[in-house]
């Protein structure tokens, strides 16, 4: 039986893109596989749906705790 793949959630209430270098989310910088995207510097990121290897890259690089896996 497959196992159901994880997905990747931001809580935009501790998301603060504006407390990072240059207004770039440290998960974006962080992901392998280039999961996120942030239209402009100071943007929340958002992750791009079906992509996501499931690493936790993401979770540990948020200093903010903002990223989580479901």
Known sequence: ML???LKVA???EKC???RYDN???AAILECPVN???QEEPYDSPY???GFCQECGTCVESCPLEAIRML
């Open 16 to 18: 603060h893109p504006e």
């Open 35 to 37: 999961l996120w995207k």
């Open 47 to 49: 992750p791009i749906p």
């Open 23 to 25: 207004g770039v989310c």
């Open 10 to 12: 931001v809580d935009y």
């Open 3 to 5: 196992e159901p793949k």
